[in-house]
Nanobody
Framework: QVQLVESGGGLVQAGGSLRLSCAVS????????MGWFRQAPGKEREFVAAISRSGATTYYADSVKGRFTISRDNAKNSVYLQMNSLKPEDTAVYYC???????????????????WGQGTQVTVSS
């Protein structure tokens, strides 16, 4: 059984930083593309970042490019999202997701991801 567990969310002031973690169990992370998505109140879930199996390729939403960094540690079966220069509009529940299809490069559509964590709340105050 595949499980994804996010942690690291919280309340931070604008301009601050947070590091989200996603621990994966039930699958060897090396084989899979991973992504981060977020959902703000009253809005649809949106793509934030994704990373290839090796970590060599990363994609970011334009809204977070240059501020967020996705990384992975396959030995620890974990994926991370370093978030710097946070803005109030980054406030959302953040989800990590696993794509079961063995592919070279990550995709940005949530429909391509098969397993999801329960989410972690990030709140950025102004």
């Amino acid at each position: 059984q595949v499980q994804l567990v996010e942690s690291g969310g919280g309340l931070v002031q604008a301009g601050g930083s947070l590091r989200l973690s996603c621990a994966v169990s039930g699958r060897t992370l090396t084989n899979y593309v991973m992504g981060w998505f977020r959902q703000a109140p009253g809005k649809e879930r949106e793509f934030v970042a994704a990373i290839s199996r090796s970590g060599a390729t990363t994609y970011y939403a334009d809204s977070v490019k240059g501020r967020f960094t996705i990384s992975r540690d396959n030995a620890k079966n974990s994926v991370y999202l370093q978030m710097n220069s946070l803005k109030p509009e980054d406030t959302a529940v953040y989800y990590c997701a696993l794509d079961l299809t063995i592919r070279a490069n990550p995709l940005t559509s949530e429909h391509e991801y098969d397993y999801w964590g329960q989410g972690t709340q990030v709140t950025v105050s102004s």
